[in-house]
């Protein structure tokens, strides 16, 4: 990856716009900027690809009882926006990124299924026989949904964007945001400064420690494992049940997961919890027992007191943020970058945004 020196003054070079955070939000974003001419920077308080879109499971969930009301626009664009955003990132990087469409096996309770309303009976001996050996009585419903290894897809990402002639700083947190004569003038880091008409903060969890301001995100702990199926297609669809949801991989890996937890920017892992997540998995699809455990990891999700996200301009002109997605990163990370690159560049984006607005929650830090 190319890496950007510390430059003196009289060597900086000026960016049209700098994004804060080299997630999979952070990094789309980019790349849709330079679509636009934009000469944009990313930077990174760590190595990019590493925090929240390393650790998420990657399933795109589309569920109009399950997604908050003001978000299911959005996530219902952004579903359908993903062949074309794989695609793209698969042939500028020469990387796969592994986009399944096999669909999700749902088990629903009784109060769930209510509230789902109708919905086509999932056939387990015939979409995943594996399934019907663990006994379990809840309804399954099959959904029309996809899921993507972010790993993958976020590698292909910053592939993407370094082709495209975006450039990246790694390991240098970002302290603040730098303004001159009311207008954002760049950013600070610990090492060092960056100049830039606009800046994007898309740190996720970190993004409410960078001033002027303090946004009202915090992190959200999920905790994870991988295992090894014991055959590549013992389980062909996302199943998602109140106790664990599993992922199957084209590779024959299988992710198990997740925790969602108040812990701070706590990422170790805790033994309990895997083993909790891994009998899930076990009692679902018995099978499992043959199955190797190759990992488990910690990530951290942005959640904000209402459980959007926070799009749009602040009371700063040129400065802008597109943090909080908690749980739907990986989702709306097609749409946001298209939404928030129209915003940045000045313009109408297509969806209403008003109910994540940076200034919905009170405080200094509003919308221009």
């Known amino acids: 990856m190319r890496a950007l020196k510390s430059f003196r003054m009289a060597d900086v070079k000026n960016w049209d716009v700098i994004v804060i955070g080299a997630g999979l939000i952070g990094v789309s974003l980019a790349i849709e900027l330079r679509k636009h001419g934009a000469a944009a920077l990313v930077v990174e308080r760590g190595e990019p690809g590493r925090e929240a879109s390393q650790a998420a499971g990657g399933m795109l969930v589309d569920c109009p009882w399950e997604t908050r009301a003001p978000l299911q626009a959005l996530a219902s664009a952004s579903a359908r926006m993903y062949p074309e955003f794989a695609y793209e990132l698969e042939v500028e990087s020469g990387m796969k990124v592994d986009l399944r469409d096999q669909g999700t096996i749902l088990f629903l309770s009784a109060e769930d299924r209510a ?5 086509p009976t999932a056939k387990l001996d015939e979409l995943d026989p594996a399934l ?27 592939k993407t964007a370094e082709h495209r002639g975006v450039d990246f700083s790694s390991g240098d947190p970002v302290t603040g945001i730098s303004f001159s004569d009311g207008r954002t003038s760049g950013i600070t880091t610990t090492k060092t400064s960056f100049l830039a008409g606009k800046v994007v903060n898309c740190a996720g969890a970190w993004s409410g420690r960078i001033g002027p301001h303090a946004l009202p ?55 309990e919890t895997i083993q909790r997540l891994h009998h899930a998995a076990l009692e679902l699809v018995p099978k499992l027992r043959e199955a190797r455990i190759l990992e488990d990891w910690a990530g951290l999700r942005p959640g904000t007191p ?4 926070i799009l749009g301009p602040t009371e700063h002109p040129g400065y802008f943020v597109a943090t909080g997605h908690f749980r739907d990163g990986i989702l709306l990370a097609p749409v946001t970058a298209r939404v928030m690159s129209t915003v940045i560049e000045g313009g109408k984006p297509e969806f209403d945004l008003r109910a994540f607005a940076v200034d919905r929650f009170g405080g200094p830090c509003a919308a221009a």
């Open 115 to 119: 509230a789902a309303g109708e919905l």
């Open 132 to 158: 019907t050996e663990s006994g379990i009585h809840d309804e399954a419903v099959y959904l029309k949904e996809r899921s993507v290894d972010p790993r993958a897809l976020v590698a292909a990402a910053i």
């Open 217 to 271: 995100t915090r992190p959200v702990k999920g905790q994870m494992l991988c295992l090894a199926m014991p055959s590549r297609t013992l389980l062909k669809h996302v199943v998602r049940s109140p106790k664990a949801y599993l992922i199957p991989r084209s590779d024959g890996r299988l992710l198990v997961g997740a925790t969602v937890e108040e812990a701070g920017f706590d990422k170790r892992t805790v033994p």
């Open 306 to 309: 209402d459980g959007l996200p």
